[in-house]
């Protein structure tokens, strides 16, 4: 490998090197090039992550700093911020609508079938990355309308059947309009990914307009969250070999299945319930908790020591 200097060239090799149409070595020269040599040796040597670390500064040079986007931030700072409040006003609205179901089945029926409501807005970095993706233009209506995403709110349920039931209640509210449906429970992802998607539009009222906007809907039970979220974060543990990636990946696949087969046997244990509180509804039995499992294993040494 050759190195060029002011003074000549480097030539590199197995860990040797030598000047190569260089002039006389003067302590002065020799004293340059040690250090030129260092430098260089450094950058020969340079290890993979710092190769990949400069290709993914080069990366968000390249597509994330580019003269369009910066054009695109200068021109669209006020309307970007004001779509983005828009969004945030759309998912306050669904959000509001799944705690008023929630409410209204707590009343009703004497449980909650939601568990947790979690809501984000896309980021701008995620914005621009999506709409490189696509290959779309940098303009406001662009994001708006190719880009379904930004806004999401995530619904978490204690039982499958839940999901479907809340996702019927919501999309037979006449604001509502279905854009798109996407079922990976019944449809599973080859890695074992559980949850329903819903591309909704609900219109938003503002002070001279009603706008319509987009809110991505996701609803899942306590256990697919629960691996959705591991998973997501195993998936950036790069630094392992390929084989050992795709054994975890089985393993993951296995454990999702094996998580949906609990969510089917802890609502089948619901359902029992259930039918055992209508049944003993006509004879006026007096309904008793259910007892807890330590208190069934309490009760059961006390047995064994009065015996």
Known sequence: MLLRTGNGQLKVSAGRIRLVNGDACRSSICYNYDKIIKIK?????????????????????DNLMSDEVFDFIRANTLPFNQLMAY????????????KVLNEQFSLQYDRNPIESIKTRIKSTEGII?????????FTMQSIEENIRDIAGIRVICSFSEDIYMLADCLLQQDDIRLIEMKDYIKHPKESGYR????????????????????????????????????????RYKKNIPDSEAESLAVELSDYAD???????????IKKRIVDAEKQSEPTGERKKPLPTIGGMLVKSRINGLIK
């Not at 969004?87 to 799944?98: G, P, S």
């Not at 697919?224 to 195993?234: I, T, Y």
């Open 87 to 98: 969004y945030r006003c759309a998912i306050m609205e669904v959000e509001t609508k799944f």
């Open 258 to 268: 094996q998580l949906a087969d609990l969510d089917y046997k802890m609502e089948q």
């Open 41 to 61: 040796w450094e950058y020969v040597h340079m290890g993979v992550e710092e190769f990949l670390k400069q290709e993914e500064e080069r990366f968000i040079r």
């Open 129 to 137: 990355k999506k709409a490189n993706k696509k290959k779309i233009p």
């Open 195 to 234: 949850s329903l998607h819903l591309i909704i539009e609900i219109p938003i009222f503002l002070q001279n307009e009603k706008r319509p906007m987009k809110v991505e809907v996701q609803l899942r039970t306590i256990a697919m969250d629960f691996w959705a979220s591991v998973e997501h974060k195993l």
